[in-house]
């Protein structure tokens, strides 16, 4: 019977019918000649059948819980989109605007769960008529906007804005500088030392290379030859102290930018002014000839230090030296008598002598302190180099700054009005970085600017230093020692969000321009002698007074946000503080996404590959050092992990990766910024009363996100330089936003991206 039975199963359509009866009458015959040994014997389950049963339970099970995640899933969202729809909508012109960007710059046709960065700015190309990116564009429309108020007023009721006014007339006064004899100009280089490219009469038994450093040093701080000087803070005694930092040229920092030999037509055509004074022409050959000779010079500055190799190395303020230390390496130059030219005249020898105390000497390479084959190497050059070429070499770099303003050609490396393009585009560059704060108090009184978006800064700063004690206290890696550590150095981190200390009718507005005196009268010349000296002066008293504004890095209205690790502070400029980055009006998705973002990053950088090594008053510890660090080695990992990850990136249109390894620093403030702002925006989500009209299908999660994304749309330039993307310090803006989404799980959880999308990465990396 087993064998029919079992005939009957795997034949089933031979005589179905009658075989399946037979099948039910054997069967019945069985069991009842063998009832009574079936309820004696049990049935037994065969290991096939055990098997089966597993997996239909397990089957079952996974089903239920898909059916159970699911369920959840669409109860978040009805949930989130049920609070979504309780909101009011924001109608002011600042909520209208920056959705309305939002909107217009989606291409929905790209999924955000397989490219973010696609799918928020694919359309923001068709937005701009140039290849600059979406803040660049923000910001070149709110200078036109400054530069046109000044331009239409007549005359300010402050000197501070007055001043401002002169300076910009004289800036669009094409006709005036063509005009300019430049008389004043060769006086004023007879009165410092002479020039001995075009004066015949140049007597070299006269020369003394230090008085002519500090004739010009006086004069323009930036550009004094082979040495340049630049305000930074440290931590003294618990306080944040203003020093001067005595470093190398701008041809050393920045070769590109600086190297004489990209100014050689601009010179000439300066030259050719000059000489006009005195119904001379300039001989080619020997102007080639003396050029060629100072280029040479420069290029043996260069050589004393290489600098490609030093400038990743961000401890060169730890490595510094005083100026009594210079002047015994180096004493063929005076270097006090340098230094001392720096304040006016009308300054207290005390107030010098406490400057001269503040003044650090760049240590790292081997710029001012190295030797070969026991030669000290400056010393020699300064000595063993003809007289007349240092001083044509002196003059020509402070030419190279005139020719700045005078010569408008479209050249080879600078491009028309150094890369501005228009004059007005020039004017207003200028106007921002000589006069930010009277551009700013202007922007402020004629916009109606709200104050409470500088407090709202203030709250972002208190807020996402919490959320960073929070990542701290939960991360499993870090060791008691180096966490307690870092929440010290965090405590003591603080931020400068505008500078409401120099404010309309602020007593340090007008004391910083009481010596500023421009007259409607005044040549191109002179005033941009003027405002040189100026400068420089206020960079005197912000060492000594240790005023808050660096007077050096006006960069109010660019759109700069700074960490600076001997201060273990940084700074936000204006532009980031108005519309369309943030406004009161603004739900708190759009103010996090953004603003918190740039906060956090800034307060991320104490803590990227470098920085976490000082303490909170630029000291480096070891407590990283050693290899056995469980700690070290952890963090190494996720380091890594980060690296490797956007050295994988390939931008489109180019045929070459990223570089992790050179963009780690930023790499690690965007992740750390990112993820401590979207904590304290689902805190401050509870307290959401508002909307951005047109998003009402969208989670307050996923706006958050947008908001973040949309403000990094630029244009890709296929053209752009090869090396500079290589060796950028930034991700490009695809990866600055796509790479960063990738790592987060609340960016996938917040647009339900599937576990094999492109924006959810396996393979995640988490420093802290």
Not at 359 to 379: C, D, M, N, Q
Not at 391 to 402: C, E, S
Not at 714 to 738: A, G, I, M, Q, W
Not at 744 to 752: D, G, L, N, S, T
Request: neutral net charge.
């Amino acid at each position: 019977m087993d064998n029919q039975e079992q005939l009957v199963l795997i034949n089933p359509n031979r005589n179905q019918g009658s075989e399946q009866i037979e099948l039910v009458d054997q069967s019945q015959e069985k069991a009842s000649e063998s009832s009574e040994d079936q309820e004696a014997k049990p049935k037994k389950v065969t290991v096939s059948q055990k098997r089966f049963k597993i997996v239909v339970i397990s089957l079952i099970a996974i089903i239920i819980a898909l059916l159970i995640g699911l369920v959840l899933a669409i109860a978040l969202g009805k949930s989130s989109k049920a609070e979504n729809s309780k909101l009011e909508t924001c109608w002011t012109k600042e909520c209208m605007g920056i959705a309305s960007m939002i909107k217009s710059f989606q291409k929905t046709s790209v999924d955000p769960c397989d490219d973010f960065y696609g799918h928020v700015c694919g359309r923001y190309p068709e937005h701009t008529t140039d290849d600059s990116g979406w803040g660049h564009k923000q910001l070149q429309r709110l200078t036109y906007q400054i530069f046109s108020l000044v331009r239409k007023t007549k005359k300010f009721s402050t000197k501070p804005n007055e001043q401002l006014r002169i300076f910009t007339k004289k800036c669009m006064d094409r006709a005036g500088m063509d005009s300019d004899s430049l008389q004043y100009l060769r006086e004023d280089i007879e009165k410092r030392g002479g020039f001995p490219l075009i004066d015949p009469d140049w007597n070299e038994a006269k020369f003394d290379l230090s008085d002519m450093l500090a004739n010009y040093l006086s004069l323009n701080r930036k550009r004094m030859g082979f040495l340049s000087v630049e305000p930074f803070e440290a931590v003294q005694d618990g306080q944040i102290v203003s020093l001067l930092f005595l470093g190398p040229g701008p041809h050393f920092v920045d070769s590109i930018a600086f190297n004489v030999s990209f100014y050689k037509e601009s010179v000439a055509f300066m030259l050719e002014r000059l000489l006009q004074l005195e119904n001379r022409t300039m001989n080619t050959a020997e102007f080639s000839k003396a050029y060629e000779e100072i280029m040479d010079l420069e290029a043996s500055f260069v050589k004393l230090g290489d600098y490609s190799n030093i400038r990743i190395d961000t401890d060169d303020m730890s490595k510094t030296r005083n100026l009594s230390e210079l002047a015994k390496m180096v004493p063929e130059i005076d270097w006090f008598k340098i230094m001392r030219a720096l304040p006016r005249e009308a300054t207290s020898e005390e107030m010098k002598e406490d400057f001269i105390k503040k003044i650090r000497v760049h240590g790292g390479g081997e710029y001012f302190f190295g030797e070969e084959r026991k030669v000290r190497r400056l010393a020699r050059i300064a000595t063993k180099t003809p007289k007349k070429t240092l001083a044509n070499y002196i003059v020509i770099r402070q030419i190279i700054d005139v020719a700045l303003y005078y010569y408008d050609k479209d050249l080879p490396k600078q491009g028309k009005y150094y890369k501005k393009g228009s004059l007005q585009n020039f004017c207003s560059t200028l106007m921002f970085n000589f006069f930010p704060i009277p551009s700013m108090n202007i922007f402020i009184e004629q916009s109606e600017y709200d104050m409470e978006n500088l407090k709202m800064m203030e709250r972002f700063l208190n807020e996402l230093k919490e959320e960073y004690e929070g990542i701290f206290n939960e991360n499993q890696y870090l060791e008691p020692e180096i966490r307690s550590f870092l929440k010290k150095k965090l405590k003591g981190i603080s931020a400068r969000f505008g500078y409401p200390e120099y404010l309309e009718n602020q007593p340090l507005l007008e004391k910083m321009y009481e010596t500023l005196n421009f007259e409607e009268t005044d040549t191109p010349y002179q005033v941009y002698t003027k405002l040189w000296r100026h400068r420089t002066e206020q960079l005197v008293e912000h060492i000594v007074q240790n005023t808050p504004l660096n007077p050096v890095h006006l960069k109010m209205f660019s759109l700069y946000a700074s960490y600076n690790s001997y201060g273990n502070n940084f700074e936000v400029s204006f532009p980031y503080m108005i519309y369309p980055w943030i406004d009161v009006s603004f739900p708190f998705y759009s103010n996090y996404g953004h603003l918190a973002y740039v906060v956090g990053h800034e307060i991320g950088h104490a803590f990227d590959h470098f920085h976490r090594r000082l303490d909170e008053r630029g000291i480096e510890h070891k407590y990283w050092i050693t290899d056995t660090n469980s700690s070290k080695i952890e963090y190494e990992k996720q380091e890594k992990c980060l690296r490797d990850q956007y050295s994988n990136y390939k931008e489109p249109g180019y045929d070459f990766f990223m570089n992790g390894t050179v963009s780690r620093y930023e790499i690690i403030g965007d992740h750390m910024g990112i993820r401590a702002a979207f904590r304290a925006f689902k805190k401050a989500q509870k307290r959401e009363t508002v909307k951005l009209p047109g998003f009402d299908d969208a989670t307050g999660e996923q706006m958050f996100f947008y908001n973040y994304a949309f403000r990094q749309c630029d244009v890709s330039d296929p053209n752009f330089r090869h090396e500079h993307l290589k060796n950028r310090p930034h991700p490009t803006p695809r990866y600055r936003v796509n790479g960063v989404v990738q790592n987060i799980p609340e960016f996938f959880e917040a647009f339900q991206c599937s576990k094999n999308s492109k924006m959810n990465l396996e393979t995640k990396c988490k420093l802290f």
